[in-house]
Structures are given as structure tokens and as C-alpha cells.
Antibody, heavy 118, light 109 residues
Framework: EVQLVESGGGLVQPGGSLRLSCAASGFTFSSYSMNWVRQAPGKGLEWISYISSSSSTMSYADSVKGRFTISRDNAKNSLYLQMYSLRDEDTAVYYC???????????WGQGTLVTVSS | EIVLTQSPATLSLSPGERATLSCRASQSVSSYLAWYQQKPGQAPRLLIYDASNRATGIPARFSGSGSGTDFTLTISSLEPEDFAVYYCQRRSNWPTTWAFGQGTKVEIK
């Protein structure tokens, strides 16, 4: 069964840092590009970052560029999101999602909640 | 940046009725558009990709159409499990980015 499981969420103060992880199983992780998408409480979906299968290409939404870093470890079947300089508006459920060859997101993990608050 | 605008924000319908959801792009996205369904407390699920192709396991009552700037998701006859929020998504190839519309909630009338 294809599965993505996020972890690492929690409560962090404004200006703090946090590292999210996404563990993949049931498919050849190293062959697939990956993404992070977030959803603020009661709000819509926001794509925030992409990484290619070999880590050769990465991209970010303007809202997180310069503060967040996406990475992966294909040997560990894991995707990461390092978040720095966190702000109140970064409070959200963070999802990892695999990129289909057609260029769309499937499957998704169940999400991990990040709360930025003093 | 290409912005996606979904309408209506909320659609109130009864089971068995037809649902028509709209997604409009501020510039042409060709057929690079997908639709996702999200139920409360769950992750989104891919329904339609490349504007009109059903994803694996998606029932035939879901269909997508359109190209360029105007797209439609149609649910031919609403089942109880179809009441959810629906998002459209576009992608850009250079740079490699994606964006979502703000969502349409399909609620039970």
C-alpha cells in the first residue's frame, strides 16, 4: 500500500524553527518528485515547495522562499521541510504529496499540524 | 502569476442533483488543470487531471471539461459522500510551480 506519513509538527514560537518529515512506503520513492502543501485552519490549500526525484530541482512559493528549505533522502525514503523564521501565518496543517508523472499530486499524507504562537 | 478563481463559493444541492463547479484562470493554462476533493479532517484526493482525465478509481459521475481559462467540474448525480470541498489546481512548467483555487463547498440543501 502506498503511504505517506508526516511528522514533526507542533507548537513553536514566532521566529523559531521546525523540521517536518514525510516517510514514504509502498512505492519507489527515489523515482518520484515530491511536494509540500499547507492548509491554514479553515482556509484553502497552498502549494509551498517542490523537489525533483534526484534533488536537482527545487522550487518554492513566494510566501516561504528564503525561509523554508525542502530536501530528501532517497536512501531513507524520506522527504523533509526545514522551516526557519516562523510567523503566525505559517500556522497550518502541512501535507506532503507525491507527484504523478502527469504532473499532479497523488497520493497525499494525512498531514501534520504546525502552530506558531507565543 | 496565474490566479485561479472558483465559483460559486458554496453550492447547496440535494442528493441526486447535478453539480456544476467553475474554475477560471487569469491567463491560459492550456489543459494543465486538476480537480481535488477534500472532506473534513482528510487530505485532498485527486479527481481529475489534465482538465478532463479521471484519476484512478474515481467514479464516472465525476467529469471535467474546459481548456485555456475556463474549466468545469461536473458531478452528474450527487451521492451522499460527494458533499465536500473541491479545489482546482494549475501548474506552470517554468518555473515549476502550482497554485490552487480558493475552493467550492458542496453542501447538502
Amino acid at each position: 500500500e502506498v503511504q505517506l506519513v508526516e511528522s514533526g509538527g507542533g507548537l513553536v514560537q514566532p521566529g523559531g524553527s521546525l523540521r517536518l518529515s514525510c516517510a514514504a512506503s509502498g512505492f519507489t520513492f527515489s523515482s518520484y518528485s515530491m511536494n509540500w502543501v499547507r492548509q491554514a485552519p479553515g482556509k484553502g490549500l497552498e502549494w509551498i515547495s517542490y523537489i525533483s526525484s534526484s534533488s536537482s530541482t527545487m522550487s518554492y512559493a513566494d510566501s516561504v522562499k528564503g525561509r523554508f528549505t525542502i530536501s530528501r533522502d532517497n536512501a531513507k525514503n524520506s522527504l523533509y521541510l526545514q522551516m526557519y523564521s516562523l510567523r503566525d501565518e505559517d500556522t497550518a496543517v502541512y501535507y506532503c504529496a507525491s507527484l504523478l508523472p502527469e504532473g499532479w499530486f497523488d497520493p497525499w499524507g494525512q498531514g501534520t499540524l504546525v502552530t506558531v504562537s507565543s | 502569476e496565474i490566479v485561479l478563481t472558483q465559483s460559486p463559493a458554496t453550492l447547496s444541492l440535494s442528493p441526486g442533483e447535478r453539480a456544476t463547479l467553475s474554475c477560471r484562470a487569469s491567463q491560459s493554462v492550456s489543459s494543465y488543470l486538476a480537480w481535488y476533493q477534500q472532506k473534513p479532517g482528510q487530505a485532498p484526493r485527486l479527481l481529475i487531471y489534465d482538465a478532463s482525465n479521471r484519476a484512478t478509481g474515481i467514479p464516472a459521475r465525476f467529469s471535467g471539461s474546459g481548456s485555456g481559462t475556463d474549466f468545469t467540474l461536473t458531478i452528474s448525480s450527487l451521492e451522499p459522500e460527494d458533499f465536500a470541498v473541491y479545489y482546482c489546481q494549475r501548474r506552470s512548467n517554468w518555473p515549476t510551480t502550482w497554485a490552487f483555487g480558493q475552493g467550492t463547498k458542496v453542501e447538502i440543501k
